[in-house]
């Protein structure tokens, strides 16, 4: 267990509306991640913090936005949803110093 | 552009079979690679490569790596119906993870 939550897990919404999503870890990780997975693209990064204030974009960030004003929580928002944002939303660490990534339960968003 | 390549894309095998997923990669700063396993919710992690031949083991699975034709398989000996998963290989570059779409295995009892 590393320590990992995500809230919501679960969350209907409609297009049009915003959304946060929050990933909190309890280890003082520096790295965490934001991913979401879908069929057939398998896991695909949004975003990534290399620590406070410290963001850059991944593969899909386009849609999203991210903060993380402090060491445990790294969120993610979707200013304005759309119904291709529907899918399982992901948080992960790496330990400092490792080569490995530890996942979170992961959120599920509907986009109505 | 970095990428990572998984197949098969599924695979149904009958109890006691051995499998072999396979996964190949072309990225620009390899540091290491890493196999999970996805049961209907998150990833969990299973092993860490990080040097050429170096066989990881636990129980029934293992793993080797060759970094010189940039591929890794995961061996799964005797099968069991609680392998049944999704197994994710990806490869971390330095600041980021790339995965591979996954191998689906379907063990019937």
């Known amino acids: 267990d590393a320590g990992i939550t995500q809230s919501p897990r679960h969350k209907v919404t409609e297009t049009g509306t915003p959304v946060t999503l929050r990933c909190h870890q309890t280890e003082n990780h520096r790295y965490m991640y934001w991913y979401r997975q879908d069929p057939g693209h398998g896991l695909r990064l949004i975003h990534y913090?290399?620590?406070?204030?410290?963001?850059d974009k991944g593969e899909v960030s386009d849609g999203y936005s991210v903060s993380r004003s402090k060491t445990e929580d790294f969120l993610l928002t979707l200013e304005s949803a759309t119904s291709s944002q529907t899918s399982v939303y992901f948080c992960a660490i790496r330990p400092t110093g490792g080569n490995e990534q530890f996942f979170g339960p992961g959120t599920r968003l509907t986009v109505l | 552009e970095d990428k990572v390549v998984q197949s098969p894309l599924s695979l149904v095998v009958h109890e006691g079979d051995t499998v072999t997923l396979n996964c190949s990669y072309e990225?620009?700063?390899?540091?290491?690679l890493l196999w999970y396993k996805q049961e209907k919710k998150a990833p969990t992690f299973l092993f860490m490569l990080?040097?050429?031949?170096i066989e990881k083991k636990s129980g029934r699975l293992s793993s080797i790596l060759d970094k010189k034709e940039l591929f890794s398989i995961l061996n799964i000996t005797a099968t069991q119906t609680g392998d049944s998963a999704v197994y994710l290989c990806a490869v971390h570059t330095g600041n980021q993870f790339y995965f591979g779409t996954g191998t689906s295995l379907t063990v019937i009892p």
């Open positions: 913090s290399y620590g406070v204030k410290d963001t």
């Open positions: 990080t040097s050429s031949g």
């Open positions: 990225v620009t700063n390899f540091r290491s």
